[in-house]
């Protein structure tokens, strides 16, 4: 592995910075030239915003001179091309806003810049954000760092993509299906959905309305933590300490739903719950009842498209295939059928809420699958059929139609490729959760980067 800068965690690096063994400029230096070695094979950066990043850096350097810096002063960030960053375009991985600059910092970008990043570049998404798989008609696929004829998940496989490879330090992400935690799986990275609707984005883009969060995309939980900090609250809560993680009653659902999971892939999770239980958590198997997120999740997303993009169906400029299904969709979509999924989405929180009146942390596998191949999803998983939509990654979705924080960390690997643990937790228990998750990372001493493949690694 290169031990250099842009693999130190958040702590070491600032702690560098602070004592002047370290400059913010040569960190971000070292970044751009990542970026551009790199990306060409992984296109996992859209646009480099050197200018931009150099200025950032410099005044980094200047806050730590002065004392003035910020909780996340000079650490390399890339930004989901999801969010507007001022001066810059938001692309939506759509060619009908390639050449859109945005006049104003969407506010989880404005937050982190306020904190001090280094914005090195915005990150490879699906059109307007809706696959699982980074592809769009702007340019390649985003691959995954481990095997770059994988895909590195979506929606935020670009932010994911950049983070594992060592383009930069976090990454900014959304989730409003898994588009965090499903490429932290597959990438090998921490993953964190905060509790629904405690991290806004003032005045950015708006999709999966109902169910979406931002949050990091990090190679260690105490990084994640950080910078979640930031997107919450500014920063002024930022700590390293680890925080409360006694004991707790944890749920384990080995297949929720009873769908299919690769063998691999479910050994590792049973592994780190395995893991929990050794750092003193009361494990104790359950069987949930998650089932009745699609019928909920479908029609209110495809209404929540239809009314902010349908006007893009028949227009100018072309569209890739699932965003034309979608519009579509939308546009054939019965009042009566959102109408009940709304009634329903209420009973389903409940329902979960209910679980949490018996454990603290439910855990599951992270995905059922890892990382397939570029434009291969898989139709059958342990000798069983599955929908191409959602058989990879099934167990992500319940907890956005629910509402709950989920974390994803790297457990394992399968055949080289990394395999991840899911941990949810009550509502507004973002802190608690972090620390078991941290707890469980610790005794798990999983190292995802030092598999990396030499020719990405290098």
């Known amino acids: 592995m290169d031990e250099?800068?842009?693999?130190?965690?958040?702590?070491?690096?600032?702690?560098?910075?602070?004592?002047g063994l370290l400059s913010?400029?040569?960190?971000?230096?070292?970044?751009?030239?990542?970026?551009?070695?790199?990306?060409?094979?992984?296109?996992?950066?859209?646009?480099?915003?050197?200018?931009l990043a150099r200025g950032q850096a410099v005044a980094a350097e200047e806050a730590y001179r002065g004392g003035t810096a910020g909780p996340l002063a000079g650490v390399p960030v890339s930004i989901k091309d999801a969010f507007h960053l001022e001066g810059h375009v938001t692309t939506l991985g759509s060619l009908a806003h390639a050449d859109d600059v945005r006049p104003h910092d969407s506010g989880a970008v404005r937050r982190l810049r306020q904190a001090g990043a280094v914005f090195v570049g915005k990150t490879n998404v699906p059109e307007f954000c809706q696959s699982a798989t980074t592809d769009n008609l702007l340019g390649p696929d985003t691959a995954n760092p481990f095997d770059p004829r994988r895909t590195a998940g979506g929606s935020s496989g670009g932010a994911s993509s950049s983070v594992a490879s060592g383009m930069c330090t976090l990454g900014l992400g959304s989730d409003g299906g898994g588009s965090i935690r499903i490429p932290a799986s597959f990438c090998g990275l921490v993953g964190f959905k905060p509790t629904y609707g405690t991290?806004?984005?003032?005045?950015?883009?708006?999709?999966?309305?109902?169910?979406?969060?931002?949050?990091?995309?990090?190679?260690?939980?105490?990084?994640?933590?950080?910078?979640?900090?930031?997107?919450?609250?500014?920063?002024?809560?930022?700590?390293?300490?680890?925080?409360?993680?006694?004991?707790?009653?944890?749920?384990?659902?080995?297949?929720?739903?009873?769908?299919?999971?690769?063998?691999?892939?479910?050994d590792v999770a049973t592994a780190a719950v395995n893991a929990l239980a050794s750092c003193g958590h009361d494990v104790h198997p359950v069987d949930l009842d998650l089932g009745g997120w699609e019928e909920i999740f479908g029609p209110l997303v495809l209404a929540d498209e239809g009314e902010r993009r349908g006007h893009v169906l028949g227009g100018p400029h072309e569209l890739t295939?699932?965003?034309?299904?979608?519009?579509?969709?939308?546009?054939r979509l019965d009042p009566a059928v959102v109408a009940a999924a709304r009634s329903a989405l209420a009973m389903y929180r409940e329902r979960v809420d209910r679980w949490f009146g018996d454990y603290d942390v439910i855990a599951t596998p992270a995905t059922a699958t890892t990382a397939f191949e570029?434009?291969?999803r898989p139709s059958a998983i342990a000798g069983e059929s599955v929908s191409k939509l959602w058989g990879?990654?099934?167990?992500?979705?319940?907890?956005?139609?629910?509402g709950h924080p989920a974390v994803v960390l790297p457990a394992g690997f399968v055949e080289g490729l990394p395999a991840a643990i899911q941990l949810v937790g009550r509502h507004g228990s973002d802190h608690e959760l972090l620390a078991v998750a941290e707890q469980l990372e610790t005794a798990l001493n999983v190292r995802p980067f030092t598999r990396l493949p030499a020719g990405v690694s290098a």
Not at 324 to 331: D, E, F, I, K, V
């Open 392 to 402: 990879a990654f099934p167990f992500a979705v319940p907890f956005n139609v629910s």
């Open 4 to 19: 250099g800068p842009l693999w130190w965690p958040v702590r070491q690096l600032i702690d560098a910075y602070g004592s």
């Open 321 to 331: 295939w699932y965003c034309r299904r979608s519009l579509a969709a939308a546009a």
């Open 199 to 266: 991290v806004p984005d003032e005045g950015g883009f708006r999709a999966f309305s109902p169910f979406i969060s931002v949050g990091p995309l990090a190679r260690c939980v105490a990084d994640a933590r950080r910078m979640h900090e930031v997107l919450s609250d500014g920063g002024s809560s930022a700590s390293d300490a680890l925080g409360d993680a006694a004991p707790r009653r944890v749920a384990w659902c080995a297949k929720p739903e009873g769908r299919p999971i690769d063998t691999g892939v479910a």
């Open 374 to 376: 570029l434009g291969c």
């Open 24 to 51: 913010p400029v040569e960190v971000c230096e070292q970044a751009q030239e990542r970026i551009a070695r790199l990306n060409p094979l992984l296109n996992a950066v859209v646009l480099s915003t050197w200018e």
